[in-house]
């Protein structure tokens, strides 16, 4: 039986699909199978199957924080926005599916006159992502947040503590497993006025519109922050406020933010990276590391 119709015992699975419509960045090739399993038991089934057939996988949650490979990708992508996107409020606590919006989930608590998501109101990634990613803005964090996070993991899925996350800047013990696929998150709140909760966001709002290329397609700031000084101010001092590689830009407006002008590959992109960072390197001796991903899986097999 091919791979497609096995899978579909799992879930909805679709042929083909433009990573460009899947990231942020607008930026990446085909990928042969789209999987989005239907529930918890179902993606394990689905992803045994797949190691059992030495299928290459990854999970993608909102694309937000990927750099994709412009090259056609012979693997299955597994998406849970479709089905594992549930979540449920009970007192001070959030238990949510890795496929959830942050963004939402952050609306949902200040409806429910909660406080604590406010930093990620702005940050357009999954629960999943923001937990592989530590995503955080405004000196906050999901490891401020996250108390348990449920993982599949070799067959399983077990229940880690904040502290078994590992979290740092940037950081989580799931980027030394891309196996591991996260499912669900528990979060802490503290009680708020609604109100003031909408303050703050509207105020986060109005700085991130003020200060970030929101127009253009993106993945966020490219670099992490060194200890030294911000990537922004390294890449402005350096001069490459606006420098473009084919369709990528070092963006006017923030200078750690490359945009795609249109018709940007992943190749302008990488091409742009390494140029800042070895100017950086070459003016103040400072190694300037990615916070976006970049997705170049090559090996080469096809797939029935
Ligand atoms: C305009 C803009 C503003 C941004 N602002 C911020 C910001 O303020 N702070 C910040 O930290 N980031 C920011 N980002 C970056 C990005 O939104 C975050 O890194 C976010 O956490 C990525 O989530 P995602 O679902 O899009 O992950 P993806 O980009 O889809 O994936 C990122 C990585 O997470 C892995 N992953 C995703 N889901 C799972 C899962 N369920 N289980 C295991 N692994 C998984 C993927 O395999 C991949 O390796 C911004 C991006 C944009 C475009």
Redesign the pocket.
């Known amino acids: 039986m091919s791979i497609k119709k096995q899978l579909q015992e799992f879930g909805d699975v679709l042929v083909n699909q433009e990573m460009k419509y899947?990231?942020?960045?607008r930026i990446g090739g085909k990928v042969r199978y789209s999987f989005y399993p239907f529930n918890l038991e179902s993606l394990k089934n689905g992803v045994e199957f797949l190691k059992q057939n030495n299928v290459p996988f990854?999970?993608?949650?909102?694309?937000?924080?990927?750099l994709w490979t412009d090259d056609d990708l012979e693997m299955v992508v597994i998406f849970?926005d479709h089905y594992l996107c549930n979540y449920e409020f009970q007192g001070n606590r959030l238990e949510a599916e890795?496929?959830c919006s942050?963004i939402q989930l952050a609306v949902q608590a200040k409806n429910c006159e909660l406080s604590n998501l406010e930093?990620?109101s702005?940050?357009?990634?999954?629960?999943?992502?923001?937990?592989?990613?530590?995503?955080?803005?405004y000196k906050m964090?999901?490891s401020d947040v996250v108390s348990e996070v449920m993982?599949l993991r070799d067959g399983e899925y077990v229940w880690l503590s904040n502290y078994d996350c590992e979290f740092d800047y940037?950081y989580s013990i799931?980027?030394k497993h891309?196996d591991?696929?996260?499912?669900k998150v528990r979060m802490n709140f503290i009680s708020k006025d609604k109100n003031d909760i909408e303050e703050v966001m509207q105020s986060r709002r109005e700085r991130?519109i003020a200060s970030?290329?929101?127009d253009k397609?993106?993945?966020?700031?490219t670099f992490k922050n060194p200890e030294e000084k911000p990537a922004w101010q390294c890449i402005e001092e350096c001069g490459l406020r606006g420098y473009t590689i084919g369709g990528a830009k070092i963006s006017d407006k923030h200078c750690n933010?490359i945009i795609n002008e249109g018709n940007a590959t992943a190749k302008d992109v990488k091409e742009l990276i390494e140029l800042v960072q070895s100017k950086v390197k070459e003016k103040f001796g400072i190694e300037l590391k990615t916070?976006?991903?970049e997705?170049t899986w090559q090996e080469k097999r096809t797939m029935n």
């Open positions: 899947h990231t942020s960045f990854k999970v993608v949650g909102k694309g937000s924080n990927l849970l890795a496929g942050i930093f990620a702005g940050i357009p990634g999954s629960v999943g992502g923001c937990v592989f990613m530590n995503a955080g803005a964090a999901m993982v940037r799931f980027k891309p591991w696929i996260i499912v991130r970030q290329p929101l397609p993106s993945a966020g700031s933010f916070e976006v991903e997705y």
